[in-house]
C-alpha cells in the first residue's frame, strides 16, 4: 500500500485478555519500529526490527510484550494478559533503507495506530 | 538517550497569525523529524531536516544541530493546523534506531 497500515483501529478487551496487533509497512521498508503514545507519557518506544539482525526489545516494558515480525515485513505485538496501563494508542512506523550516499536517512513514516482500551 | 525539549506546550493563535515551535536536544543530532498530529492521532510528516532550512508552502523548519537545537515556523495559520506537533532525534550513536520525542506543542487556531 501507498502508507504504513495497522489493524484493528480499535481494540477494546478486558483485563487479562491477550490482544494482537498488526502493523503493515510500507512496501521495500527494512526497519519497522513499535512506539505507543498513552496519555500523559507521551510517544515512547517498544521495539525496533532491522532486516535480519535481532530486534531491539529495549523499550518493551514487560514480558508480557512480545513482537514478531515475519519475512521481513508484517510484524505483530503480542500483549499477554493485559493490564489498564497497557491502554494507549499503539503506533508502527516503517523506514526504508538508510543509505543515500554519505548519509544515513532515518526518516520514520507512521501507520494510524491501534487505539487499545483494557476494560 | 537523548533528551528532547519543546516549547511552548501550548500555543493559542488567532488565524492568521505566525508562530515559532522550538525543540531543543540534550546533545548534537544527525537527523531530526517534525510531525503534525492530527485531531484522528495520525502522525504527519512535516520536514526530516538534519541540518539546514527547508520550506514547504506556509511551513517551514530550521535544524542548527551543532546548538542542538531545531525551529518550526507557521505562518499565517490556518484553523486546520491545529493538533499536536512532535519533533523528534535519534541517539547521536543510534543513528537509525528509535526515535525520542518531546512531549509536544499543542497548538489551536481560532476562526
Known amino acids: 500500500g501507498a502508507g504504513v497500515s495497522q489493524s484493528p483501529s480499535n481494540k477494546v478487551t478486558e483485563k487479562g485478555k491477550d490482544v494482537e496487533l498488526r502493523c503493515d509497512p510500507i512496501s521495500g521498508h527494512t526497519a519497522l519500529y513499535w512506539y505507543r503514545q498513552s496519555l500523559g507519557q507521551g510517544l515512547e518506544f517498544l521495539i525496533y526490527f532491522q532486516g535480519n539482525s535481532a530486534p531491539d526489545k529495549s523499550g518493551l516494558p514487560s514480558d508480557r510484550f512480545s513482537a514478531e515480525r515475519t519475512g521481513g515485513s508484517v510484524s505483530t505485538l503480542t500483549i499477554q494478559r493485559t493490564q489498564q496501563e497497557d491502554s494507549a494508542v499503539y503506533l508502527c512506523?516503517?523506514?526504508?533503507?538508510?543509505?543515500?550516499?554519505?548519509?544515513?536517512?532515518?526518516?520514520?513514516?507512521f501507520g494510524p495506530g491501534t487505539r487499545l482500551t483494557v476494560l | 538517550g537523548i533528551q528532547v525539549e519543546q516549547s511552548p506546550p501550548d500555543l493559542i493563535l488567532q488565524e492568521g497569525a505566525n508562530s515559532t515551535l522550538r525543540c531543543n536536544f540534550s546533545d548534537s543530532v544527525n537527523n531530526l523529524q517534525w510531525f503534525h498530529q492530527n485531531p484522528w492521532g495520525q502522525l504527519i510528516n512535516l520536514f526530516y531536516i538534519p541540518s539546514g532550512t527547508k520550506q514547504n508552502g506556509r511551513l517551514s523548519a530550521t535544524t542548527v544541530a551543532t546548538e542542538r537545537y531545531s525551529l518550526l515556523y507557521i505562518s499565517s495559520s490556518q484553523t486546520t493546523d491545529s493538533g499536536v506537533y512532535f519533533c523528534a532525534a535519534p541517539d547521536r550513536g543510534s543513528t537509525l534506531g528509535r526515535l525520542y520525542f518531546g512531549r509536544g506543542t499543542q497548538l489551536t487556531v481560532w476562526p
Open positions: 512506523a516503517s523506514r526504508p533503507w538508510s543509505a543515500a550516499g554519505s548519509q544515513l536517512h532515518n526518516e520514520q513514516f
